[in-house]
């Protein structure tokens, strides 16, 4: 794969290779079965390492001519140009104008990358050791709240990436967490998610971490004002003194942010603060200060290994060949999947419980990057862009939606992922129950590939008006990962394999994928509508015939 300079964005769809699959697409007739009946070395050949990642793709819709014009796909749209443009620290978040440098968050401290005339490696673990002096403060107890007691919870106010990154990790890591140290996390401005987060907890125990890229973020900031006056009435009616309350903020809040100046006019001590750059977008920021909450979790040492694997995805993805590429091949696999066969959505299917926010934090990943109709130069997109990323841990799904996914008529391309040792290994007595999980795993993406005939229905007894029913028509494509296990290091593996294929995702589509423009208006309009809600007569005059009618029920039925 080439990775000379490129006129980048390319209409994909005026590319050769384009061309190629499209009439490959026309004749598709995939046939899995066959596919491994006849070619012994299918899954050996499909079947790549990435890290401590053992990723099959021999179960996706996919052979080795096809795989070849995928490849070439990438080489003409420049996909190679694009990954190093990346890693160089150049603006490749055009719209607005920055670099997109989370690759440089994992760098090795003895490594080295100027951007803009700056040495970030070296701002990173200037600002990492300070998270790691504040994590071991409040982990040993040092750090101590106005009241003089130690902190025995840690709330992270947040939303988007200021959440989803550090509760999907702290969550997935939770054989790795301190013992005395609960975590906890308030992202919705709907203010039930304060009141049941805050309902047990002692404030002066209790200490904050506001996280905001921007320090601009409604939901937050409301929830940090909220925490703020919970805090010092908590210590007030516990009969704190007046100087012990005016300490309480200093003593219980700190902040991650770029907007350092805004955590001060909040009232944080720029002591407290932690900062990050505008090169790291919220969606890609876990591995940031924003990752503070996890680091006091699980500890620097943990914290650093899961930098370590993040880094060693990334290192994977800048320097294997194309067709060993994991999260290229994964890319251009979603790519033919969307574009060509129809996929509007994708699953992503842990079978570890751990991981059960990961769907979660890659629907931000995935779709607030790849979710745009433009491309990077403003032309319209002419390819379909940005599936729908959802899951649920198995078993649990199988039980409820994988019924579509079976025998439903749009293809939903699934990723099954899995580790071989649990945390928490038990038996029922007799059976390993970690292995009677894993046969799940192992039977479900053999029932999607290989299907059952209705020869194979019929053989066993059934009705001839059932059998159309109880056909399974295989050819229904996944990729199974499987990890030894979810260590701090594997799962950082598994973020950084997310964003590569994001990314590789939109370099294809020719969009920029680190911008999210569309989540701008909705924002703009509540502003405009909340004086309506709150009872302006002229705010509610000007709102649509609909939405007028909609804010006046709400008046009607809200009780004061
Ligand atoms: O960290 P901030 O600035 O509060 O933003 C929170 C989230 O809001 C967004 O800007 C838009 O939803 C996300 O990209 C971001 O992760």
Redesign the pocket.
């Known amino acids: 794969m080439s990775s000379a300079p490129h006129v980048w964005p390319v209409d994909p769809t005026s590319t050769a290779a384009w061309s190629r699959l499209r009439d490959r697409a026309g004749a598709f007739e995939p046939d899995l079965r066959g596919w491994f009946a006849t070619d012994a070395g299918r899954a050996e050949r499909l079947s790549f390492s990435a890290g401590d990642l053992f990723v099959d793709l021999s179960k996706a819709l996919v052979d080795a001519p096809l795989l070849e014009d995928l490849l070439a796909l990438a080489d003409e749209v420049g996909v190679a140009a694009r990954r190093d443009a990346m890693f160089r620290g150049e603006h490749i978040n055009t719209t607005e104008d920055r670099a997109v440098l989370h690759t440089a968050l994992r760098l090795p401290e003895t490594a080295s990358l100027e951007v803009d005339g700056q040495d970030v490696v070296a701002d990173v673990h200037a600002v990492l050791r300070r998270v790691y002096a504040f994590a071991e403060s409040v982990r040993s107890g040092e750090w101590r709240g106005a009241t003089g007691e130690r902190i025995r919870t840690v709330v992270n106010i947040?939303?988007?990436?200021?959440?989803?990154g550090p509760v999907m990790a702290y969550e997935a890591l939770a054989a790795y967490r301190h013992p005395a140290i609960e975590c906890r996390f308030i992202s919705n401005i709907d203010p039930t998610d304060a009141a049941a987060t805050l309902a047990d907890l002692d404030p002066a125990t209790t200490l904050f971490i506001v996280?905001?890229?921007?320090?601009?973020?409604l939901?937050?900031l409301t929830n940090a004002r909220l925490c703020r006056q919970w805090l010092l009435d908590g210590l007030r009616s516990a009969g704190a003194d007046a100087s012990v309350v005016d300490d309480a903020v200093a003593r219980h809040f700190v902040a991650v942010?770029?907007a350092l100046d805004k955590v001060a006019d909040f009232g944080i001590d720029p002591d407290n603060a932690f900062g990050f750059w505008d090169w790291v977008?919220?969606?890609y920021?876990v591995s940031s200060a924003?990752g503070t909450s996890l680091v006091v979790a699980i500890g620097p040492e943990r914290f650093a290994e899961f930098l370590d694997g993040l880094h060693t995805i990334d290192e994977h993805f800048r320097t294997a060949p194309p067709a060993e590429n994991v999260p290229l091949l994964m890319g251009l696999l979603n790519v033919w999947y969307t574009d060509f066969l129809g996929a509007a959505t994708h699953a992503v299917l842990p079978y570890a419980q751990l991981l059960h926010r990961f769907p979660a934090y890659l629907q931000?990943l995935t779709m607030?990057s790849n979710g745009k109709g433009v491309r990077a130069d403003g032309t319209p997109l002419t390819a379909g862009t940005g599936e729908v990323f959802w899951g649920e841990p198995g078993t649990n799904g199988q039980h409820a939606f994988y019924q579509l996914i079976h025998q439903g008529t749009r293809i939903i391309p699934a990723d099954f992922i899995a580790v071989a040792n649990p945390a928490y290994p038990l038996t029922d007595g007799d059976t390993d129950v970690h292995e009677v999980f894993l046969a799940n795993f192992f039977a479900q993406t053999k029932a999607l590939a290989f299907g059952k005939t209705a020869d194979e229905v019929r053989a066993e007894g059934t009705a001839e008006d059932v059998v159309p029913a109880r056909v399974f028509t295989g050819n229904r494509p996944s990729t199974s990962i499987l990890a030894p296990e979810l260590s701090p290091s594997v799962l950082g593996q598994l973020i950084a394999l997310y964003e590569h294929i994001t990314f590789t995702q939109g370099v294809v589509w020719g969009i920029d994928s680190f911008d999210?423009w569309g989540?701008e208006l909705g924002?703009q309009l509540a502003q405009q509508v909340l004086p309506a809600v709150t009872g302006d007569a002229e705010a509610l005059a000007d709102q649509d015939a609909s939405t007028r009618s909609l804010i006046e029920r709400y008046r009607a039925e809200r009780r004061s």
Do not use: N, P, W
Request: charged fraction near 20%; proline fraction near 0%; aromatic fraction near 4%.
């Open positions: 947040g939303i988007g990436g200021s959440d989803l996280a905001s890229k921007t320090f601009g973020t939901e937050t942010s770029t977008g919220g969606r920021s924003i931000q607030e999210q989540v924002k």
